[in-house]
């Protein structure tokens, strides 16, 4: 014992197990990372004890090289490798906070979105109580720092490597008692091959992979190396795609006169932001929530669906529009639209462009720069962009100014125009409704949260402005000759309601399309299965028919198999030149 306690009162001593410290206080931060990442938003499944194993050589290899970085000084490797690990836990925890995943490098060319202050509402958001574990781990960092030398030894370099070297050892002993052959050691090798990761994880589940691999191989390297090029598709993977899409034409026999629009009626594209069946199904003390939308319902002439699925993946908003306007399931790691906007790619847009001589126009509430949305309309064939957000509105339009705009724009007919709305987003825990001159007519439950409350409130509003435009395309004489769609483009994001007890399904109303509305299929449905409809109802041509189902074919199916989203996985990742147009 006594030769215990001067081997620990050794000044080189207490400067190693100080900085061991230092070191466990960034495994915490990067292991908190994880669980509010991960396992708290993403999946409660436990995942081994390799995550743990990442988590730690994380911390040891970031700082092996800041310590080669500069000569050897303790301190400052020690601060820059603090710094650097918690930016990455920062970042990809106020990400999670409103995506429920990991950051993503595309997420690194969305510095447009900041124009104006329109996000600054989202920052209280952006953190919890629990955070207070960074500060906590901070302080005790900034403590611990300022207590060890600066001087530069080899010994550390030496020392560091054993703190990765190490723990790789104890792991492999731990899986090596359950080798039995050859083959299970080669199976244990191929596993560590982060190439397969990257073709097989990181195509299906991109954050089990970053939890699994940690920042510098799942974050850094896996997922700058699988965004920065598309992925080569295998033959059988080719052929897959081709007879998928060759039997899908196949299946598309023209429909009858009766279940096509006459003419060349102007179609009107409404996504709504955030919209849930929920808000239209809702009566506050005999007063409905959105009274204009539920008219269009009630009309025995419109079809109109309040069980649609949520298609989107990474990319939210940005999501829909890929449903909607190809057919085509998102990626649920990465935003979709970065795949898109490199192509030129069959669209509803373009088709009705190309074939029915349509002008194609898309009036989007904040700058065209926003999610790369001018980019994704050349994609998908939009002609006309009306950029709505501007200055004076801090680039975030409401509802009410853009249908006011609107009606002071005119249409080159036959036309196409979707409107992107934007009130309905959250967050909701402020009154929306005050600062505009709208009032709330309803006395809400007292068993409705406030978030809820306020977010009623948004549909209300939205729906009001919906009315006024109709009503404005009616007299102007514009509504007989127009088909109206209205859609969701997702639901709120997940406990943003402050209430659990609703469904998350989504409406659809397609409406004066003159089709009799019991021709179309009645039950649950998908977001991806309006792009097939809209090529039914215009008689549109094209070998693409979308990964959906046509609600106007029978043998109905909204059943999204394994094989479907592995061939939309397959296209958006490296065989779009299949939907080039």
Same mark, same amino acid.
């Given at each position: 014992?006594?030769?215990?306690?001067?081997?620990?009162?050794?000044?080189?001593?207490?400067?190693?197990?100080?900085?061991?410290?230092?070191?466990?206080?960034?495994?915490?931060?990067?292991?908190?990372?994880?669980?509010?990442?991960?396992?708290?938003?993403?999946?409660?499944?436990?995942?081994?004890?390799? $995550?743990?194993?990442?988590?730690?050589?994380?911390?040891?290899?970031?700082?092996?090289?800041?310590?080669? =970085?500069?000569?050897?000084?303790?301190?400052?490797?020690?601060?820059?490798?603090?710094?650097?690990?918690?930016?990455?836990?920062?970042?990809?925890?106020?990400?999670?906070?409103?995506?429920?995943? /990991?950051?993503?490098?595309?997420?690194?060319?969305? @510095?447009?979105?900041?124009?104006?202050?329109?996000?600054?509402?989202?920052?209280?958001?952006?953190?919890?109580?629990?955070?207070?574990?960074?500060?906590?781990?901070?302080?005790?960092?900034? +403590?611990?720092?300022?207590?060890?030398?600066?001087?530069?030894? &080899?010994?550390?370099?030496?020392?560091?490597?054993?703190?990765?070297?190490?723990?790789?050892?104890?792991?492999?002993?731990?899986?090596?008692?359950?080798?039995?052959?050859?083959?299970?050691?080669?199976?244990?090798?191929?596993?560590?091959?982060?190439?397969?990761?990257?073709?097989?994880?990181?195509?299906?589940?991109?954050?089990?992979?970053?939890?699994?691999?940690?920042?510098?191989?799942?974050?850094?390297?896996?997922?700058?190396?699988?965004?920065?090029?598309?992925?080569?598709?295998?033959?059988?993977?080719?052929?897959?795609?081709?007879?998928?899409?060759?039997?899908?034409?196949?299946?598309?026999?023209?429909?009858?006169?009766?279940?096509?629009?006459?003419?060349?009626?102007?179609?009107?594209?409404?996504?709504?932001?955030?919209?849930?069946?929920?808000?239209?199904?809702?009566?506050?003390?005999?007063?409905?929530?959105? $009274?204009?939308?539920?008219?269009?319902?009630?009309?025995?002439?419109?079809?109109?669906?309040?069980?649609?699925?949520?298609?989107?993946?990474?990319?939210?908003?940005?999501?829909?529009?890929?449903?909607?306007?190809?057919?085509?399931?998102?990626?649920?790691?990465?935003?979709?639209?970065?795949?898109?906007?490199?192509?030129?790619? @069959?669209?509803?847009? &373009?088709?009705?462009?190309?074939?029915?001589?349509?002008?194609?126009?898309?009036?989007? $509430?904040?700058?065209?720069?926003?999610?790369?949305?001018?980019?994704?309309?050349?994609?998908?064939?939009?002609?006309?962009?009306?950029?709505?957000?501007?200055?004076?509105?801090?680039? +975030? =339009?409401?509802?009410?100014?853009?249908?006011?705009?609107?009606?002071?724009?005119?249409?080159?007919?036959?036309?196409?125009?979707?409107?992107?709305?934007?009130?309905?987003?959250?967050?909701?825990?402020?009154?929306?409704?005050?600062?505009?001159?709208?009032?709330?007519?309803?006395?809400?439950?007292?068993?409705?949260?406030?978030?809820?409350?306020? /977010?009623?409130?948004? =549909?209300?509003?939205?729906?009001?402005?919906?009315?006024?435009?109709?009503?404005?395309?009616?007299?102007?004489?514009?509504?007989?000759?127009?088909?109206?769609?209205?859609?969701?483009?997702?639901? $709120?994001?997940?406990?943003?309601?402050?209430?659990?007890?609703?469904?998350?399904?989504?409406?659809?109303?397609?409406?004066?399309?003159?089709?009799?509305?019991?021709?179309?299929?009645?039950?649950?449905?998908?977001?991806?299965?309006?792009?097939?409809?809209?090529?039914?109802?215009?008689?549109?041509?094209?070998?693409?028919?979308?990964?959906?189902?046509?609600?106007?074919?029978?043998? /109905?199916?909204?059943?999204?198999?394994?094989?479907?989203?592995?061939?939309?996985?397959?296209?958006?990742?490296?065989?779009?030149?299949?939907?080039?147009?």
């Amino acid at each position: 014992m006594k030769n215990i306690a001067e081997i620990l009162n050794r000044k080189g001593t207490r400067e190693h197990l100080l900085m061991l410290f230092l070191c466990l206080l960034m495994y915490i931060n990067v292991g908190y990372m994880h669980y509010e990442v991960y396992f708290s938003k993403i999946s409660s499944e436990w995942c081994g004890t390799r $995550p743990f194993l990442s988590a730690w050589i994380d911390v040891a290899a970031t700082l092996l090289l800041f310590l080669l =970085c500069t000569a050897g000084r303790r301190k400052s490797a020690f601060v820059l490798t603090y710094s650097t690990l918690m930016v990455f836990v920062v970042a990809n925890m106020v990400y999670s906070r409103f995506f429920n995943r /990991y950051i993503t490098p595309d997420v690194l060319d969305e @510095a447009a979105n900041f124009r104006g202050s329109w996000w600054m509402q989202y920052v209280p958001h952006a953190f919890c109580w629990t955070d207070l574990l960074l500060v906590v781990t901070t302080l005790l960092f900034g +403590w611990g720092v300022r207590r060890i030398e600066q001087k530069r030894t &080899r010994r550390d370099l030496l020392w560091v490597l054993t703190l990765i070297v190490l723990p790789c050892v104890l792991y492999t002993l731990k899986l090596a008692v359950h080798w039995r052959t050859a083959d299970d050691v080669k199976a244990w090798i191929d596993s560590i091959d982060f190439r397969e990761d990257t073709k097989l994880e990181f195509m299906f589940n991109q954050e089990y992979a970053i939890m699994r691999n940690g920042i510098l191989l799942g974050q850094v390297y896996g997922n700058i190396a699988s965004a920065s090029k598309n992925v080569e598709l295998s033959d059988a993977e080719v052929r897959e795609i081709g007879a998928f899409i060759k039997q899908k034409a196949a299946d598309a026999k023209p429909l009858p006169e009766s279940l096509r629009v006459k003419g060349k009626p102007n179609v009107v594209f409404i996504m709504v932001e955030s919209y849930l069946s929920v808000a239209s199904q809702m009566k506050i003390d005999g007063k409905e929530v959105t $009274p204009c939308l539920n008219e269009l319902m009630r009309d025995p002439r419109n079809y109109h669906n309040l069980n649609v699925t949520s298609n989107r993946g990474g990319g939210e908003s940005s999501d829909a529009q890929i449903s909607y306007f190809t057919g085509l399931l998102p990626l649920q790691s990465e935003m979709s639209v970065q795949r898109i906007i490199k192509n030129r790619v @069959a669209a509803l847009p &373009r088709l009705l462009h190309e074939q029915k001589g349509y002008h194609t126009y898309i009036t989007i $509430p904040t700058n065209r720069f926003f999610w790369h949305q001018n980019e994704a309309n050349l994609s998908y064939g939009i002609d006309h962009t009306i950029e709505l957000g501007n200055y004076e509105n801090g680039y +975030w =339009c409401q509802d009410e100014e853009i249908f006011n705009r609107l009606q002071n724009v005119k249409l080159q007919e036959p036309y196409m125009n979707i409107i992107l709305t934007l009130s309905m987003h959250g967050s909701y825990d402020t009154d929306f409704l005050a600062e505009t001159p709208v009032r709330s007519p309803f006395n809400y439950p007292s068993r409705f949260s406030a978030e809820f409350c306020h /977010y009623l409130d948004k =549909c209300f509003y939205t729906d009001l402005q919906i009315e006024r435009y109709i009503a404005y395309l009616k007299r102007s004489g514009q509504y007989d000759n127009t088909v109206l769609i209205v859609c969701s483009d997702h639901e $709120p994001k997940e406990g943003s309601l402050g209430m659990d007890d609703w469904s998350m399904s989504l409406p659809l109303i397609i409406a004066n399309t003159h089709i009799a509305a019991e021709m179309f299929y009645v039950g649950s449905i998908n977001q991806i299965d309006l792009y097939p409809t809209m090529l039914d109802m215009f008689g549109l041509q094209s070998e693409w028919r979308g990964m959906g189902h046509s609600l106007l074919r029978k043998g /109905y199916n909204n059943t999204i198999s394994d094989t479907q989203r592995r061939i939309s996985n397959n296209i958006l990742r490296g065989g779009l030149r299949f939907l080039q147009h």
